[in-house]
């Protein structure tokens, strides 16, 4: 069965220092991975996707991630905290052997960037 | 990139009454639509999802003659929250699958549903 995990329920970090948004998945066969920011009574905004190539990615607003095969982990990274950064973020995964195309969300780690 | 939109953004209705949302692919056409609902503070749970031209598929747990799902084109599908009560007060957010794009999902704004 697919899993996601987001540890942190919440993530504190002090403007301009580097943040680290953790996530772990289970799949069975290959994952699709994707992170996605929600501000407060807003949708999901797409921030990046692994689905094959280079295990670096990169994506909006100065965010990257690293799939990490051997640790199942997808952990959302960005060098430099802005206060604006400030929001909900949700990893998910897609199982590529699950042809229903499902996305499989973590339970969201609040951002919280402090002047 | 694809656009998804839903319609109305915000509702508010006195309980017993019917509620209809309305998700939209606007730029690609969308075999399968996805309906998802979240509690605040809370993550997004898949409630359903809705296949063009066929009987959605709920998820266990979610009741399909309360939440009835149409998806009658490619590029609509519509969630309608009947006999509505304070319960069912939430945020719900749907989206479209781009079989040209990996099959990725694209959310559409979400829609804030009031039940007085």
Redesign the interface.
């Known amino acids: 069965a697919q899993s996601v995990a987001q540890p942190e329920d919440q993530v504190n970090v002090a403007e301009g220092n580097p943040l680290t948004v953790k996530c772990t998945y289970s799949v069975s066969g290959n994952p699709?991975l994707?992170w996605?920011v929600q501000y407060p009574?807003?949708?999901?905004q797409?921030l990046l996707?692994y689905?094959t190539g280079d295990n670096l990615v990169k994506g909006s607003y100065g965010f990257e991630a690293e799939f990490n095969k051997s640790q199942t982990s997808f952990h959302l990274k960005k060098p430099s905290a802005l206060v604006s950064d400030s929001a909900l973020y949700?990893c998910a995964v897609?199982d590529d052997v699950d042809s229903?195309?499902?996305?499989i969300?973590?339970?969201?780690t609040r951002l919280l960037v402090r002047p | 990139g694809a656009v998804v939109s839903q319609h109305p953004s915000r509702v508010i209705c006195k309980s017993g009454t019917s509620v209809k949302i309305e998700c939209r692919s606007l730029d690609f056409q969308a075999t399968t639509m996805f309906w998802y609902r979240q509690f605040p503070k809370q993550s997004l749970m898949l409630m359903a999802t809705s296949n063009e031209g066929s009987k959605a598929t709920y998820e266990q747990g979610v009741e399909k003659d309360k939440f009835l799902i149409n998806h009658a084109s490619l590029t609509l599908s519509t969630l309608t929250v009947t006999s509505a009560h304070p319960e069912d007060s939430s945020f719900y957010i749907c989206s479209a699958r781009d079989h040209s794009s990996y099959n990725e999902q694209f959310f559409g704004p979400g829609t804030r549903l009031t039940v007085l």
């Open positions: 699709y994707f996605y009574n807003r949708g999901l797409f996707k689905i949700f897609r229903s195309y499902k996305l969300f973590g339970s969201g």
